[in-house]
């Protein structure tokens, strides 16, 4: 198996004193790195090796995004982990459920910076190429605020906006959520002017200019700029871009290692589980893990933690309406494993090496389990080297952004969003929204409420829950605080105006006075 791997270059992060000159051999220095174009290449690539560390895609941002929402959530036997996932916030500097994530945002913002700061001053014989690595470090910085925006950000001053490397006594000021949005979009422009469409296969998994577009669209949604949403994602849809994306005709091929960087693939983080190190938590081992930790926290009982799982009304709303060849949708095989599987899917009666005897057990019953970015499909176990690429953002979800920005605009066609959404339940063989949900094709209200369900139906489980429902408003007000009750009962902790972010660390709040901490905490 052949991937293309961000391995880790570290860069002394701070600045060597003036009196006093001690130089570890095993560690780069600034004064003595960004000299070269390899410098340049191994300072980006450094950026991309944020992806392997706990506090990111690794593992614990996936406790934020999918399980905080109503799509997931944690029984774990570790309180205080569980209690992250249902408003429970005691100790906001609860490292693995707040603290590591948030540093780790910064680190990558930091890495970020240097590259910006030194590649401009390293001569390149081609112009082009620094450009390349330009915008990959813009595109990666962005990201990072795009991630700070969904979790932390707050009217308040609670936020730092760090455009230079740091140095150590820095205590930059806070910035309100919109500032952080604008920033992203600056970064994204950057981006989008000096990244290419596609790479070479030697360079796959790196960003791309319909990448930057995507990702500068879900920063435009999230504040309700659907106008600028749909022109970034229109380069993708109908414009230059649409040649280089389509969904993949078998669902089940966006969440193997057997098929990866394929055309539905818009931005994909590389993971291997080629290891020497054993699987700790070290953020500077020379041979760290470029494995994807996620399986082994939310694995099904004897096989992973089972620190997170999935709430019933997923498969409830699955089971809803039958494929147009009368079986159940099969995305809801590909997703979750749950106790009518084998009834309901001829065949699926395996739950990594255990039969299905095990939902007898105390320990499964009437429970629902993670299996998307499993690995049950080729082995009978998970660990903390899965080596199954994530598709952080794929075509499918492209479309659907883009179905939601034409029927929020005044002047949207209605008739292209069905359309859209229709192109996305047709790769799995689910009928048209007029034979089921034919209110949904005649007003945008009823289209917008039913496509809240069309991508969880695609989309559950990856990530994306999260930013929708507060894209949404349902955490806004109480009606919207009503339905996700309904579904999860975590959400009778939810206080509106305080839960839609996290609290500062304070760690962070108490050591700068240019931070404000969030509302009500």
């Not at 570290?10 to 051999?25: A, R, W």
């Not at 590649?119 to 112009?127: H, T």
């Not at 095989?333 to 009666?349: L, Q």
């Not at 002047?411 to 069905?418: C, M, N």
Request: proline letters at 5%; a negative charge; aromatic letters at 14%.
């Amino acid at each position: 198996m052949k991937k293309i791997l961000f391995l880790i270059f570290s860069i002394s992060l701070f600045f060597t004193s003036c009196e006093v000159d001690v130089t570890n051999p095993n560690d780069l220095e600034v004064r003595v790195f960004w000299k070269s174009e390899a410098d340049a290449q191994s300072g980006v690539n450094a950026i991309y090796n944020m992806f392997y560390k706990p506090g990111t895609y690794s593992r614990w941002i996936w406790f934020r995004l999918d399980l905080t929402s109503d799509e997931g959530f944690s029984s774990s036997p570790w309180i205080e982990l569980a209690d992250w996932t249902r408003f429970i916030y005691n100790n906001y500097n609860f490292w693995e459920g707040n603290a590591w994530t948030y540093r780790d945002c910064y680190e990558a913002i930091f890495r970020a910076n240097q590259a910006l700061f030194h590649i401009p001053d390293i001569e390149f014989a081609d112009q082009a190429a620094k450009d390349r690595l330009l915008g990959q470090a813009y595109f990666l910085r962005a990201l990072y605020y795009y991630n700070l925006a969904i979790l932390w950000g707050s009217e308040n001053n609670s936020l730092p906006i760090v455009l230079e490397p740091s140095k150590p006594g820095d205590t930059p000021v806070g910035h309100p959520v919109s500032d952080i949005w604008a920033q992203a979009e600056s970064d994204l422009q950057e981006a989008i002017n000096k990244l290419p469409a596609t790479w070479d296969a030697n360079n796959k998994g790196r960003a791309t200019k319909g990448a930057a577009y995507a990702l500068r669209a879900k920063c435009r949604m999230q504040q309700l700029n659907w106008q600028g949403a749909q022109q970034d994602l229109e380069w993708m849809v109908k414009g230059e871009g649409a040649q280089y994306y389509d969904l993949v005709p078998n669902f089940k091929d966006n969440f193997t290692h057997f098929n990866e960087n394929n055309m539905e693939s818009v931005f994909e983080l590389q993971y291997s589980d080629v290891h020497k190190a054993p699987a700790g938590d070290s953020d500077f081992s020379i041979d760290p893990n470029l494995g994807l930790n996620r399986g082994q926290f939310f694995a099904p009982p004897g096989i992973g933690w089972t620190d997170g799982e999935v709430r019933p009304w997923l498969v409830d709303e699955f089971k809803k309406e039958m494929d147009t060849n009368g079986a159940y949708d099969i995305r809801l095989r590909e997703s979750v494993f749950y106790a009518d599987m084998a009834n309901d899917f001829p065949g699926n009666d395996k739950i990594y090496r255990f039969g299905m005897e095990v939902w007898n057990q105390d320990n499964y019953r009437n429970r629902i389990f993670f299996r998307k970015y499993g690995t049950d499909y080729y082995r009978n176990f998970d660990d903390y080297h899965s080596p199954v690429n994530v598709r952080l953002i794929r075509y499918a979800d492209v479309l659907l952004m883009y179905a939601e920005c034409l029927a929020n605009m005044p002047s949207g066609d209605l008739t292209e969003a069905v359309a859209i959404v229709n192109r996305v339940r047709d790769r799995v063989d689910m009928p048209a929204l007029s034979v089921n949900h034919a209110a949904a094709t005649q007003s945008k209200e009823a289209f917008l409420k039913r496509l809240q369900m069309e991508r969880s139906l695609e989309l559950c489980l990856e990530g994306h829950r999260w930013a929708d429902i507060k894209r949404w408003g349902l955490v806004d007000n109480q009606a919207g605080l009503d339905e996700l009750k309904q579904r999860d009962p975590d959400f009778n902790n939810f206080k509106i105006g305080k839960h839609s972010r996290l609290p500062i660390p304070s760690s962070e709040v108490n050591n700068n006075e240019g931070l404000d901490q969030n509302p009500d905490f």
